[in-house]
């Protein structure tokens, strides 16, 4: 188990880096000094146990909630979010776990929503164009972007939410599970999608449970343990097996008691967190 | 909304295999019963309404359809439907204000007291009477943001505070009666628009509402999206100028005095109101608050401001549709803005289609619902029926409009479209 904190050495400045953030909800600290480093063009997987404090570290970055201590800093400047619109100011974009779109709205409607171009007579031809053409990058099966999304599939809201993500251009952009409701084709559309947005220079954060995504697409894996730093690993000198240890904070575990119960000797990659 | 001219090149947003086509008029209208078969019913179920009580009364009392009782009927429905304009505001929110009533009552005593009493000129009056409106949303949206109050219950004791300010203001005479010849009273009782200029403004309707789907259309087609086609956008146009004209004539003929220009100017507001909610960027956010608000708010959308917007043009409607009430009476007293006026404005917003549960609505649900409500209204009253009656029909359409949108619900959500 190599779990000895280990910062991201890629690139060169980090596009954001957090010291010491902390949370409390109450009596509960969801979050207990968690640093973090995001360089540009890097893919940092968040993991953790259920209730580690990986959504609470999104929504502190996305500016749901605020950090009651530590320090966020955004390409080298100290930055302070307390609200979703200095998340977006910054240039961090967010797509939630409970995805957060209007169901009355339609998928342009949706797509644009709160960055409606020319905002006094709205543009819906150039919002439409560009909508089609976000999907299309991203090979979505999405048949007409004038029904509501209600009417739209789990896996399809995901493309959507993942799609308005991408339209302010963001320097950050965090994924909180977002494999978790899709298909086969379009779980592997958003791992292509993710290593596109890394070629194209944004740091991207991904929470995930989903090993086998993760050991696919990060550069680094981040593990948060009871809402504490439990180890930086670089994706490529650590397994699956030892990525299990640090969440769950011991390598004699139930996911290792039951890879070697099935004695397959096969080196297991875990089917489901 | 979606046809195709030429086959030829694929539009992009038609290029789905799953697209049933629907191609020229005939696809556009199956596209519509298609639409509400699936529970979108748009303003199908309040035309039907109107058609019903339009037949019943005329075989009760042939005076209902005569066009000097329809051009009335049109002018007295202004005050209550500039109320109901602004109770659309709040519902789409999925809030509500009850204290339209008073807060147009509170008006009209401030525009009398101010214009009869102290010699205040009239256009001051009037905008004074309107901050109160401003001053009355701006007070609840600040306990409504801040301290999270209802709107319910904010409304409810803004309802019993303006309605006492109201009996304050008339103070023990109970009623200021305004002079016959001012401008206001002429607006709304006497200035009735010329039959040439009520022409001319048909055409510019059907002409405008052309020109504008075409403009769309070919701005879609030079995108490669897919628009309506000059057949469809033809026959829309012409129906409008077909119905407009027969309506200009039938108003102008027979001892009508035709349409007032109060009425015109309702109109205008709901166009206006239509544009804000359908192609602003503030509108739209309207819909997003009222849909979901956790998400508006994620998308970065200042919700609090969209609140105050909404609960500050629902009390200035509500002061402009109490100057109006004033100005139709010539008066105001203690029962103006009272009674029936508050559960009148609602009850139009939602026969209209404006759901009570917030994110769907139209500008167009108050004009058609404060008709049918006015209609109802002026119906019972040539048939010297009492106010009884007609509170217990009102009420009885107000139950069968909140049914008719719950069943069309469930039947979206059947259908997916939620």
């Known amino acids: 188990m190599t779990a000895s904190a280990m910062p991201a050495e890629q690139g060169t400045e980090p596009v954001l880096s957090l010291r010491g953030i902390s949370k409390t909800f109450g009596a509960v600290a969801a979050l207990t000094d968690v640093d973090l480093d995001v360089g540009p063009g890097q893919v940092v997987a968040l993991v953790g146990d259920n209730g580690a404090g990986k959504s609470t570290l999104v929504k502190v970055l996305a500016g749901v909630h605020t950090a009651d201590s530590g320090t966020i800093t955004f390409e080298g400047r100290e930055a302070t979010i307390v609200s979703p619109h200095d998340a977006q100011a910054l240039g961090i974009a967010t797509v939630y776990q409970d995805l957060a779109l209007c169901e009355n709205l339609n998928v342009v409607e949706n797509l644009f929503l709160g960055h409606e171009l020319n905002k006094k007579r709205l543009d819906e031809v150039a919002m439409e164009t560009r909508s089609w053409e976000l999907l299309r990058e991203l090979s979505a099966k999405i048949p007409t972007v004038r029904i509501p999304v209600a009417s739209l599939s789990g896996g399809q809201r995901q493309t959507v939410a993942i799609a308005r993500s991408l339209l302010g251009d963001p320097t950050l952009i965090i994924l909180d599970e977002p494999t978790a409701a899709l298909g086969v084709a379009q779980t592997a559309e958003v791992l292509n999608l993710i290593e596109r947005l890394r070629e194209r220079g944004h740091g991207v954060i991904m929470v995930s449970h989903n090993m086998a995504d993760v050991q696919a697409v990060a550069d680094v894996v981040c593990v948060l343990r009871l809402g504490r730093n439990n180890g930086v690993f670089n994706v490529d000198e650590i397994s699956s097996e030892e990525i299990v240890a640090a969440i769950t904070g011991a390598s004699d575990n139930v996911v290792s008691q039951r890879a070697r119960r099935r004695a397959g000797a096969t080196p297991a990659t875990p089917q489901e967190g | ?418």
């Open chain 2, 1 to 418: 909304m979606s046809q195709l001219e030429t086959p030829a090149p694929v539009a992009h947003d038609r290029d789905d295999e799953r697209l049933v086509g629907s191609h020229g008029l005939r696809g556009a209208v199956r596209g519509t019963v298609d639409r509400v078969r699936a529970g979108e019913l748009g303003a199908v179920p309040v035309i039907l309404g109107l058609v019903v009580i339009c037949v019943v009364f005329q075989a009760l009392n042939s005076l209902f359809l005569s066009s000097e009782n329809l051009s009335n009927l049109l002018l007295e429905s202004v005050p209550t439907g500039v109320i109901a304009l602004g109770i659309v505001c709040v519902l789409l929110l999925g809030e509500i204000d009850l204290s339209v009533g008073s807060v147009s009552g509170v008006a009209g005593a401030i525009l009398c007291v101010l214009f009869v009493n102290k010699g205040v000129p009239g256009v001051l009056a009037i905008v004074l009477a309107l901050l109160v409106g401003v001053g009355a949303g701006a007070l609840y949206s600040v306990i409504f943001n801040r301290l999270g109050v209802p709107s319910f219950v904010i409304s409810l004791a803004g309802l019993l505070a303006f309605l006492g300010l109201q009996l304050a203001l008339l103070g023990s005479q109970g009623a200021i009666n305004l002079p016959f010849d001012s401008t206001l009273v002429k607006f709304a009782q006497l200035d009735f628009v010329p039959q040439a200029v009520a022409l001319v403004i048909v055409l510019l309707i059907a002409g405008g509402l052309f020109a504008t789907g075409f403009y769309n259309a070919q701005a879609r087609h030079k995108a490669q999206l897919s628009g309506a086609s000059n057949q469809l956008l033809l026959a829309r146009s012409i129906a409008v100028l077909v119905i407009g004209l027969v309506a200009v004539f039938y108003l102008y003929s027979g001892g009508g005095r035709g349409i007032g220009w109060m009425f015109v100017f309702f109109l205008v507001l709901v166009m206006v109101m239509h544009y804000v909610f359908t192609r602003t960027g503030f509108g739209r956010s309207m819909f997003a608050v009222g849909g979901n608000e956790e998400a508006a708010r994620r998308a970065g959308i200042n919700v609090h401001r969209v609140y105050a917007a909404a609960f500050i043009l629902c009390s200035t409607f509500a002061a402009l549709g109490g100057v109006l009430a004033s100005a139709r009476l010539a008066a105001v007293n203690q029962q103006s803005g009272g009674a029936d006026v508050n559960l009148n404005a609602i009850a139009a917003a939602v026969i209209g289609g404006t759901s009570l549960f917030g994110g769907r609505g139209s500008a167009i649900s108050a004009l058609l619902g404060i008709l049918v409500i006015q209609a109802i209204s002026n119906g019972l009253t040539l048939l010297n029926l009492n106010s009884s009656y007609r509170f217990m029909i009102t009420g009885g359409v107000l139950l069968l409009a909140v049914a008719v949108d719950s069943v069309a619900r469930r039947s979206r959500a059947s259908s997916g479209r939620a």
